[in-house]
């Protein structure tokens, strides 16, 4: 990673792209800076827009990462690459696996579409659907989710775009089947199923349950 003034990171990126490839074409394999999708609201309309994923900072690929340095330390604007101590520093295979599996071929983060019941969010669409475990925070205004993942051998906050499409209650009351009078905790909503995955208590002891719409009631928060 290649450390430059935030707000510069594309400016710069052009920049290593065409003075450092002139000199020797093998240096890198790629050099990119990834970014985000989320949704912005201006001129009364919901708009798409992008934004750098690690401010500040540019991904280099090289198998030569000292020959890459030599380089770059030439490059008008470098500031610094990200090190650990007196030793460069790449990121994990594991971390680089963990990137490369939310981003595009673009090496751009989509956005992911979910929905909220009671606290907890379910994300059925997008990047974030086998990392909900790591989102910590949600910005509905903002149709954002910010995430704690273990990248750069520390815990990293990181923004990415998140749509939730409805929230739900956590409870609902069953209405007709064979737990009609009972009253359920929602695990999973299938919307497009018209189903949703519950836990009813049967004989004293907790039950998972897949109910119909019809067969529920959603409770409000006084209901609860």
């Known amino acids: 990673m290649i450390q430059v003034m935030s707000g510069e990171e594309h400016e710069k990126e052009q920049l290593f792209k065409k003075l450092i490839l002139n000199r020797d074409g093998r240096t890198y394999d790629k050099i990119f800076v990834p970014m985000y999708v989320r949704k912005k609201r201006y001129q009364g309309k919901w708009h798409e827009e992008q934004k750098v994923l690690f ?56 956005i992911s579409v979910g929905y909220l019941i009671g606290d907890k969010i379910c994300i059925t669409e997008g990047a974030l659907k086998n990392y909900q475990g790591s989102i910590y925070r949600i910005d509905r205004h903002r149709r954002t989710a910010q995430l704690m993942v273990n990248l750069f051998g520390r815990q990293t906050k990181v923004e990415v775009g998140l749509e939730v499409i409805q929230k739900y209650s956590e409870y609902a009351s069953v209405v007709s089947g064979v737990f009609a009078g009972s009253r359920c905790r929602i695990l999973e909503n299938h919307k497009k199923e018209k189903t949703v995955k519950a836990s009813v208590d049967v004989l004293g002891t907790p039950a998972t349950v897949v109910f119909r719409y019809e067969e529920l009631k959603f409770l409000s928060k006084s209901e609860v």
């Open 55 to 110: 401010p500040g900072y540019i991904f280099v690929d090289t198998s030569d990462i000292e020959l890459f340095c030599q380089y770059l330390a030439k490059v008008p604007g470098f500031k610094k690459v990200l090190r650990d101590a007196d030793e460069i520093a790449p990121i994990t295979e594991e971390e680089k696996a963990y990137l490369l599996s939310m981003m595009d071929e673009h090496y751009i983060v989509q």
